[in-house]
Structures are given as structure tokens and as C-alpha cells.
T-cell receptor
Framework: AQKVTQAQTEISVVEKEDVTLDCVYE???????LFWYKQPPSGELVFLIR??????QNEISGRYSWNFQKSTSSFNFTITASQVVDSAVYFC?????????????FGKGTRLSVIA | ETGVTQSPTHLIKTRGQQVTLRCSSQ?????VSWYQQALGQGPQFIFQ???????GRGNFPPRFSGLQFPNYSSELNVNALELDDSALYLC???????????????FGPGTRLTVT
């Protein structure tokens, strides 16, 4: 059975600290995709990134970076120099490589609070 | 390019009533998915429409029904409302071109439904 785990329920950091959010996807598939979404207090889910499991290179976009470790099936998301506007719930959602138009299955999310 | 919009923003209904929620997909997108998000949980898939036909359904009873129109906008109808239907209802649109690779979905701001 496939299972996505976001073990950190809530994280609180002080502004300018770096923070890493964890996501583990347990599956027998060797190839799959992972999506990260951000949900600020306004409620709208904002797409951040789609990565595949056969690319273990770090991806960096501004203050955001993503690191995939195939050996542990973990797909971590790091925010550098966090800001108050980063406060949100962050969801990871895995998808099989051939899932096409099938819906996303979300983890329970990690609530990040950045304190000024 | 217009993003995904939903109406109304908030709604209060009484148990047993019926409700219709509306969604306008992002320009150029042909697929709409609906999700229910209870407080403190990740979004749960209700159903999806691709080119006006239902293209998958989650574990929701038949009193949850939907439509997709020729302009790819969509409605979610819920009959015989129950207290547990109180949640944030999110609509997501995507462009699917019959590829096996899963595509990112773009979400609207949601409709918060309260059933009393």
C-alpha cells in the first residue's frame, strides 16, 4: 500500500531562520512524482513544485529548495531565511508516474508559523 | 490569464437543505476536480470532470453530484446536507492532454460551507 507521511504537524520558527519540512512517500513504485502545495490562511492552495523520483538533484527557487533522497523516499522542502509571509500549511502530494489525470492524494500537512 | 474562481465565498445552510457551489476553471484548462477539506485535514478528493464527463470519484455518497459545462466551468451539488458536510470546498483545474505524467492542479480560493 502507498502511504504519504508528513510527520511534523506544526513547526514554529523565528523570522530569518531556515526551516525544513519533511515528506516521506512509502511505495513499491520506483518512479513517481511529488507535488508541494502551500495553503496560507486565506485558504487557497498554491502550487509550488512538481518533482520526479528519478531526479535527485536539488532544485532551488529563490529562498525555496527541494531535496529528494531516493534511499529514504523522502522529499524535503527547505525555506531559507524564513519570513512571516511563509506562515502557512504545507502539503505534499505524491502521484504515480503514470497517473495522468488522476486526483492528488494529500498528506495531512505541516503548519509552519514564522514569528517576527 | 484568469485564475480559478469560486462562488460563493461563504455559505451557511441548515441540515437537510441542498447547496450548489460554482467554479470557473483557469483559461485553457479542460479538467476540474473538487475536494473537501475539513478543519485541520488535507483536502479529500470528491470527483473530477474531464470534458464534461465524470472522470473519477472519491469515497463520497451519491448526494454529492456535479456538472461540467462546455466552457469547462463546474458545479458541485450537495443534497440533504449533514452537519459533517461543514468544510472548505476547493475546486482545482488543470490541462490534461492525455499524457501519463501527472499534471499540477491550480486551486481556487474555496467556498466555506457551514451546516447548522
Amino acid at each position: 500500500a502507498q502511504k504519504v507521511t508528513q510527520a511534523q504537524t506544526e513547526i514554529s520558527v523565528v523570522e530569518k531562520e531556515d526551516v525544513t519540512l519533511d515528506c516521506v512517500y512509502e511505495t513499491r513504485d520506483t518512479t513517481y512524482y511529488l507535488f508541494w502545495y502551500k495553503q496560507p490562511p486565506s485558504g487557497e492552495l498554491v502550487f509550488l513544485i512538481r518533482r520526479n523520483s528519478f531526479d535527485e538533484q536539488n532544485e532551488i527557487s529563490g529562498r525555496y529548495s527541494w531535496n529528494f533522497q531516493k534511499s529514504t523516499s523522502s522529499f524535503n522542502f527547505t525555506i531559507t531565511a524564513s519570513q512571516v509571509v511563509d506562515s502557512a500549511v504545507y502539503f505534499c502530494a505524491p502521484a504515480p508516474w503514470n497517473s495522468g489525470n488522476t486526483p492528488l492524494v494529500f498528506g495531512k500537512g505541516t503548519r509552519l508559523s514564522v514569528i517576527a | 490569464e484568469t485564475g480559478v474562481t469560486q462562488s460563493p465565498t461563504h455559505l451557511i445552510k441548515t441540515r437537510g437543505q441542498q447547496v450548489t457551489l460554482r467554479c470557473s476553471s483557469q483559461s485553457g484548462h479542460n479538467t476540474v476536480s473538487w475536494y473537501q477539506q475539513a478543519l485541520g485535514q488535507g483536502p479529500q478528493f470528491i470527483f473530477q470532470y474531464y470534458r464534461e464527463e465524470e472522470n473519477g470519484r472519491g469515497n463520497f455518497p451519491p448526494r454529492f453530484s456535479g456538472l461540467q459545462f462546455p466552457n469547462y466551468s463546474s458545479e458541485l451539488n450537495v443534497n440533504a446536507l449533514e452537519l459533517d458536510d461543514s468544510a472548505l470546498y476547493l475546486c482545482a483545474s488543470s490541462l490534461w492532454i492525455r499524457s501519463l505524467i501527472p499534471y499540477e492542479q491550480y486551486f481556487g480560493p474555496g467556498t466555506r460551507l457551514t451546516v447548522t
